[in-house]
């Protein structure tokens, strides 16, 4: 599966959503999550992430992000369209630490 991190976090972009051919893109009040068991693996909407919040989950210390994707698609709805990115979303990309700071 692919995964949503932390960089997505109070950005929002939205152009991953744009790609995805099976809509498996779930949207909290300042985040993106994937839903793991939907997501076929495609790879096509990781390129497309402005951000570059989306990773593989065979990349290195993805377990608690898949965990955590896996766990807001349950309480999120489906997102299918793109929309106006985040406010700030261009002078917090790139901010480390953001699920703790700008996660709500
Ligand atoms: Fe959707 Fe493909 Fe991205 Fe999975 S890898 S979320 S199926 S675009
Ligand atoms: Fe987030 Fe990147 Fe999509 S910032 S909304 S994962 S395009």
Known sequence: TYVVTDN????KYTDCVSVCP???FYEGEN?????PVECID???CE???PADAIRA?????ME???TFNAKYAALWPVITEAKEPMADADSLDGTPGKLDTHFS
Request: with cysteine; charged share 25%; aromatic share 4%.
């Open 47 to 49: 390129p497309e992430c």
């Open 57 to 61: 989950d065979t990349e290195p210390d």
């Open 22 to 24: 099976v809509d498996c």
């Open 42 to 44: 495609c790879g096509v």
């Open 64 to 66: 608690k992000w898949v």
């Open 31 to 35: 985040m993106l999550v994937i839903d």
């Open 8 to 11: 997505c976090i109070a950005c």
